[in-house]
Every structure is written in C-alpha cells, then in structure tokens.
C-alpha cells in the first residue's frame, strides 16, 4: 500500500492523559500537513512540514500540542494533558512540491477523551 | 481570513438523477481548489483538483467547475448512483506562500437512495 498511512485509528484516552499519533506519507512526498476535524465540520489545519522543517503552525496548536518530522520521513503529533475538547479526527496529509501540491489524506486516527 | 462556504448543507436524491453541490470562497486569490468525498468515520480521497488558470476538471461521472472571480465552484454528479452516498469536501489553497494548506467548507452530505 503506497497511501498515506496514520496510527492508531481510534484512540479512547482518560482526561489527563498524553498521546500520540504517528503518520507515514507518500515515500517521495517532502509536504506534511496535519488537520483536525469535529464532527459535522470540514477539517481544521493544524500545522506543516517541509522535509523536517515545521513552517507553520495554527493558532489551534496550543502549549499542549507538539509535532515532530525527524529526518523528514514519518511524523509524530503529540498531546499532552488531553481534554474532551481534544475528542476530534486528527487527519494526515501529504503532497509533492510539483504536483500541483494536491494533497493526499490517510484514513485518520479518531480520538476519545473521556 | 478565507472563508469557505458549501450549499445545500445536505441533499437526499433519487439512484439517476443528475445533480450540482455548491462551494463559494470568499478570497478569490486561491492557487487551486479541490473537492473530496469523504465515507463516515473515514479519511478523504480526493476527487478533482481545478488550477486557478482552469475553468473545468472532469474525472467520468464528475465534473467541476471553477469561477475564481466569483469565487465559485460547482461539482456535477451525473447519473447519480447510491455509492455516491457520502460527505463531499471543497477546499482552497491560498495563493503566494501559504505552504499549501487548506481551507475547507463543512461539506454537503449526499444521500442517493435506491
């Protein structure tokens, strides 16, 4: 399977908790982005690769929210001291700079803070 | 601040009947725009990505169209079918160096039935 990979699927966490996703991207692809979506809404982004270099980040990021893309392979986004306000699909995407940057999303890891 | 909007907000139609979901931006200085669908529970596969130069994109039963000027985007569904059933996305890539993120509408929830 060459898609855009992401792990766990679902996660179910007690509030307080850190966790952590991973996602593997397209091998050629050198973007990386990361979405959240709720319910009933369209996905919200949350922050962007280049290789290994995190260029932008969203206000939504807060203190709490960490991502990291060692060596510019697979990333890592990180929560810590989670919420129920976290409860959301947190959705991985990537692309390559000169394919017109279309964008290629993985299947999502839902997360449940109870 | 870009703000995507997608009308009807949901649509429910007979197996064969043609018919148009409606996507409008309010920032017309987009690079690109891409329509996804989107299964429940599920990640988003992307169905057509128009240029901001193009008019038209066409994948077989799918046809999109772009006014950029107006800021906006229909995606036509021929001979409708009930594996359309899904939630479709519309999404804009800014233009200059945004790196590439998205925005996206809440969708419209189609619903084909037998």
């Known amino acids: 399977d060459t898609g855009v990979s992401q792990n766990p699927r679902h996660k179910i966490t007690k509030r307080g908790q850190n966790v952590t996703f991973r996602c593997d991207p397209i091998?050629?692809?050198?973007?990386l982005y990361w979405y959240r979506q709720t319910l009933g809404q369209g996905p919200e982004f949350l922050t962007y690769?280049?290789?290994?270099?995190?260029?932008?980040k969203s206000r939504l990021l807060s203190d709490r929210f960490s991502a990291e893309r060692p060596k510019g392979s697979f990333s890592t986004l990180e929560i810590q001291r989670t919420e129920q306000g976290d409860s959301a699909m947190y959705l991985c995407?990537?692309?390559?700079?000169?394919?017109?940057?279309?964008?290629?999303f993985g299947p999502g890891t839902r997360l449940t803070v109870l | 601040k870009q703000e995507v909007t997608q009308i009807p907000a949901a649509l429910s139609v007979p197996e064969g009947e043609n018919l148009v979901l409606n996507c409008s931006f309010t920032d017309s200085a987009i690079y690109n725009l891409q329509w996804f669908r989107q299964d429940p529970g599920k990640g988003l596969t992307s169905l057509l990505l128009?240029?901001?130069?193009?008019r038209e994109q066409t994948s077989g039963r799918l046809n999109a169209s772009l006014d950029k000027s107006s800021g906006r985007s229909t995606l036509y569904i021929a001979a409708s079918q009930p594996g359309d059933s899904a939630t479709y996305l519309c999404a804009v890539r800014k233009g200059g160096t945004s790196y590439g993120k998205l925005t996206f509408g809440q969708g419209t929830i189609l619903t084909v039935h037998p």
């Open positions: 128009i240029q901001s130069s193009q």
């Open positions: 091998s050629e692809h050198n973007r």
């Open positions: 995407a990537s692309s390559f700079r000169d394919r017109n940057n279309e964008q290629f």
């Open positions: 690769f280049q290789n290994e270099a995190q260029l932008e």
